[in-house]
Each structure stands twice: as structure tokens, then as C-alpha cells.
């Protein structure tokens, strides 16, 4: 009996998502593990495997198709199963055909009937997550593209030039721009968190000429210099094991406090923001959690996260210093309680000690839910992460 490749649902909030390409083709053998298809949820592309061996007997939803939670994508059959013996039952599980039913025999069709110079007959388009993305938005067929990438692998640069050269010779006066998936979504759930939730911000300037004297001995002794997020980061972990109700979410009206501390970093992509999260970060070094965050930051610019990269946070950190924005307030990311907002790292004119000097600081402005965190909570939180950053030694 052949097995269903169904729709997994991959965050709390998904209901649908959108078929962005088949890796395997009809017929083709796979294994568990095996990458089945991409698919484009509200956040992410993410990636299919499979979870039995068998051939790929039928594919029912189509590239550029949307699906929703649950929905039977293809059936992997025994090698001794054709495409044709292979029906979809009335509960969406599949069998033999019953005797006296007539067998399917025509499947939907995953290869193009005519195929330009760009591609060859019979083989797959082969382009990165990105190009992918970038030519559904901007209505480019693939496969007439010549790819510039390893193996002929299109690229988002490949994109880029054809779009560059079909542009009229006069620039029109304005161009619309169709929105993301991810854009439509995350923008629909900021708008609902700015109006169904009472914020608050709180602000502190700190000091970071430990850290930055951190990072220096860092590059100098161990070969590696940790991004001021990292270290901001570190800080974050340490002091939510202290104040444990600010790693928290507002859940069906109650303050759910989780046990693991899971941060998540906001990163803007083409597409939209995208938040993935450091798992257990309290529980890694400086060193380590730098190195993951980086690890997550390529592979999120290369298309490449995958759900459990992304989904589930329980606090998250927004950094804008290294476009040159001194400070900024964050909108909460529910159903999480707050959000810290980081800004660029500046000199300041100062005062110690009745003398006026210069030292690097930066802003901090931690966001609140105010139905379950109060001012106070946040301000313990918030001075004890500037203790711990205005203390870089300690976090190593």
C-alpha cells in the first residue's frame, strides 16, 4: 500500500503553503531522509524529506500550487506499484483500486511540454532557493534561463541580469511590487500584535568598552572575534535564567513561562524578516553561540533553514546597529512577551568621576507585553543584562 506525503504543519500560525518545487520526480526511488520537495510556508522555505523507501508514484499538488495542513502532496509506492495502481481513498489515505474500479491513468504532469534553449529535455531546473523565489515574484520561467552557478545551477544573479535586460530603455514612473508570502503574513501578524497588544519600552545606554576589548583579545588569542550581537546575546541568555518570567508568552489569556531558553535573532532577507533561533542558548559559551548564529545567519541568506531553524523562539533580539540606526522600539513577536532592540555601537561624550571622557556605548530598548510583564520586571531584566555586557569578561 502506497504511502501519503501529506503537508506537515510547521508553526502555530500556518494553515496553508505553497508548493515551490518537486526534488524527486515521478517514478524516481527514494529513501527516508531523502528531500522530497520545497515548500514556502509564512516564514521560510523549507524543505520536505521523505519518511519511507519506495518510488515516487504520484505527485497531486503541483509546483506553484498551495496546499493546506494535512493535504496528501504525493504517494510513494512499493517498486512494485505502478503510478496507474494507485488511488487517494475517500479519507485521504491511498489503496489498490477496488475490483471493477477503473485505475487512474492520467497523473498530473511535472515536466514541460516544450522545452527553449536554456534547458534540456528531461532534466530538472536546477536553481537556488533564492533564484526560485525571485523569479515566481517577478513571473520568470526558469527554464528558459542559462544558469551561471556550479553544474549550471541558476543563481540569484542570473535573475538580477535577466531582469536587467529586459528593462525598457525609459524607466516608467513607478513600479508595484507584488509582497512575499513571508512579507503578507508577518506583516499581518505585527499589525495584529500593534493592535490587540499593550506595549511598553524601556531604555538603558551601556557601556561597551569591555566588550569591545573582548572582542580584540578574542581575534588576538583565539582566532575568532564575536559579533557585539553574540556577546549582547550571551548577556540575554544569562540574565533570562535569572528573570525567567521574561522568557514567557501570552497563551489563551495565561503567561506560559518556558523552562528552555530559545533566542531568537531577527535577520532581513529579500523576501521578509525572518527570525531564527539559537537553541538552549544559555547553555553555550560565547565562542559557541557566535559560531551558531553565524551558521544560521549564511544558510538563512542561502535559503536554506529549515522549520526546526526557525520556528518556536521564546525571546527575541532585533539588531539594526550595522545599518548606522543609533536606537529603535521593536514590535513584539507573538505569543512571545518581549523583544530587545539593539542600535548601533557610537562613541559618547560622557562623565566619570567629574571628569569628561568618550567611551563606546549603545542602546538597549526592551519591549514589553504589559498584560503579563510589568515595568519593574523589565527593568531588573534590563539592568542586569547591562551589567553582563558592561562585564564582557564574564560571558566567555
Not at 514612473?173 to 511598553?200: H, I, Y
Not at 546575546?233 to 518556558?258: T, W
Amino acid at each position: 500500500m502506497a504511502a501519503e506525503v501529506v503537508m506537515p504543519r510547521l508553526t502555530y500560525e500556518m494553515r496553508e503553503a505553497r508548493i515551490i518545487a518537486w526534488l524527486k520526480e515521478e517514478g524516481e526511488a527514494v529513501k527516508p531522509g531523502d528531500d522530497l520537495l520545497e515548500v514556502e510556508t509564512d516564514k521560510a522555505t523549507v524543505t520536505v524529506q521523505a519518511e519511507v523507501a519506495g518510488a515516487l508514484q504520484r505527485i497531486l499538488f503541483q509546483a506553484g500550487e498551495v496546499a493546506p495542513i494535512g493535504a496528501v502532496l504525493a504517494l510513494v509506492g512499493t517498486a512494485d506499484e505502478t503510478a496507474e495502481s494507485v488511488t487517494i481513498s475517500a479519507s485521504g489515505t491511498s489503496s489498490p483500486p477496488a475490483a471493477g474500479q477503473q485505475a487512474v491513468s492520467e497523473k498530473p504532469s511535472n515536466a514541460m511540454t516544450e522545452w527553449p534553449s536554456g534547458q534540456e529535455p528531461g532534466k530538472r531546473v536546477v536553481a537556488s532557493p533564492i533564484a526560485k523565489r525571485l523569479a515566481q515574484q517577478y513571473g520568470l520561467d526558469l527554464s528558459t534561463l542559462r544558469g551561471t552557478g556550479p553544474g549550471g545551477r541558476i543563481v540569484e544573479a542570473d535573475i538580477e541580469g535577466e531582469l536587467a535586460r529586459r528593462q525598457p530603455a525609459t524607466s516608467p514612473e513607478f513600479v508595484d511590487f507584488e509582497l512575499t508570502r513571508l512579507q503578507k503574513v508577518s506583516g499581518e501578524r505585527l499589525a495584529q500584535c500593534q493592535r490587540d497588544v499593550p506595549q511598553f519600552a524601556l531604555e538603558v545606554q551601556v557601556d561597551m568598552g569591555r566588550a569591545a576589548d573582548l572582542r580584540a583579545r578574542s581575534d588576538r588569542d583565539c582566532g575568532y572575534r564575536p559579533s557585539f550581537t553574540s556577546i549582547i546575546g550571551r548577556a540575554v541568555a544569562l540574565a533570562l535564567v535569572d528573570q525567567p518570567e521574561l522568557n514567557s508568552a501570552f497563551v489563551e489569556g495565561k503567561r506560559r513561562q518556558f523552562s528552555a531558553i530559545d533566542l531568537g535573532f531577527a535577520l532581513a532577507l529579500p523576501a521578509g524578516l525572518i527570525v531564527p533561533v539559537v537553541r538552549q542558548a544559555n547553555s553555550l559559551h560565547l565562542k559557541e553561540l557566535d559560531s551558531r548564529l553565524r551558521e544560521l545567519t549564511a544558510r538563512a541568506g542561502a535559503g536554506e533553514l529549515r522549520a526546526e531553524d526557525w520556528r518556536d523562539g521564546t525571546f527575541t533580539i532585533s539588531n539594526l546597529g550595522m545599518y548606522g540606526v543609533d536606537a529603535f522600539q521593536s514590535i513584539i513577536n507573538p505569543p512571545q512577551a518581549a523583544i530587545l532592540s539593539v542600535g548601533r555601537v557610537r562613541e559618547t561624550v560622557c562623565a566619570r568621576e567629574g571628569m569628561i571622557c568618550i567611551k563606546p556605548t549603545v542602546t538597549l530598548r526592551l519591549t514589553l507585553d504589559h498584560r503579563i510583564l510589568d515595568g519593574v520586571a523589565g527593568a531588573r531584566f534590563l539592568a542586569l543584562v547591562r551589567t553582563l555586557v558592561e562585564n564582557a569578561d564574564t560571558l566567555t
